[in-house]
């Protein structure tokens, strides 16, 4: 059973700039609501018992959302205001199931999921990236679902613009299994739109093994000096290890960019 999630969160936001200097994105409102929130309430639903956030000294701001007490208890008794309790009620239930893991030099997302080593207990973990979101039918669980029926680890994916190829983790299908899921053949982290070897492009919600943390580990840093994600996995791809591509059915928001995140509000206030 897949009851941890990893999710990080130590990146500088450098897109939403100018909100990021003082503000982390995660934090920042889509709907009313914390964009990180909807992430974990797709966890929970999902079946999810622990979340491991990797954040980094500059983002301490997320930490303190949590554990910011002292403050709501003082409000709580001086407004005796109903909704004010129940958003640190709501809290108050995140926080039990939060452990924090610090990655203080931005590695990339595969050093970042690397910290977490220790503290996966299961032969398979859920990843999510916080940037991604997923609307109208929850990803995480469907994804769950092909995992315990294929067992095997799963990416959720979705045909993109060939010309925006180079934004993206771009997959080879080997062979079709189900309408909606298709085993990899390869994967590469933004290709060139002459050397992407499809317009199937991973989306941010992984199940992964723990045999690739062994991977991480051994993995060298490309040109930007960053540890990716995708590259470990190509590398247990070819030591046959099977990943499938899951087509989700629910909507995607790429709140990690100025337009994105707008446009992210004005859909989740329609549903």
């Not at 001086?78 to 640190?88: F, G, L, P, T, V």
């Not at 469907?142 to 060939?162: D, G, L, T, W």
């Not at 070897?197 to 992984?206: D, E, K, L, T, W």
Request: hydrophobic share 40%.
């Amino acid at each position: 059973m897949i009851k941890q999630a990893v999710i990080p969160l130590a990146g500088l936001g450098t897109r939403l700039l100018p909100l990021t200097s003082v503000f982390s994105k995660e934090l920042l409102p889509i709907n009313g609501k914390p964009g990180i929130e909807y992430i974990i309430d797709e966890c929970i639903e999902a079946g999810i018992k622990e979340i491991i956030f990797i954040i980094s000294k500059k983002k301490i701001m997320i930490k303190n959302y949590f554990y910011n007490d002292v403050f709501f208890k003082k409000i709580i008794k001086k407004k005796k205001d109903i909704r004010i309790s129940n958003e640190y009620k709501k809290i108050l239930k995140y926080k039990k199931m939060i452990k924090f893991v610090y990655q203080n030099k931005p590695l990339g997302t595969g050093d970042a999921v690397l910290k977490t080593k220790k503290f996966i207990k299961n032969k398979f973990f859920l990843m999510l990236l916080p940037d991604d979101l997923i609307i109208k039918k929850n990803c995480s669980k469907a994804m769950i679902s092909v995992h315990k029926k294929y067992k095997s680890s799963v990416m959720a994916s979705m045909q993109v613009n060939k010309k925006t190829v180079s934004r993206w983790g771009i997959y080879d299908v080997k062979k079709k299994i189900s309408k909606d899921n298709f085993i990899i053949k390869n994967v590469v982290e933004k290709p060139s739109i002459k050397k992407a070897p499809s317009n199937n492009a991973v989306i941010g919600r992984y199940i992964l093994p723990l045999s690739i943390f062994k991977k991480l580990a051994k993995q060298t840093k490309n040109q930007g000096g960053e540890i990716h994600i995708t590259d470990s996995i190509q590398s247990l791809i070819k030591d046959n290890h099977k990943f499938i591509g899951h087509n989700f059915a629910g909507k995607y928001l790429d709140c990690g960019t100025m337009q994105g995140y707008i446009q992210s509000t004005v859909d989740i206030s329609k549903l």
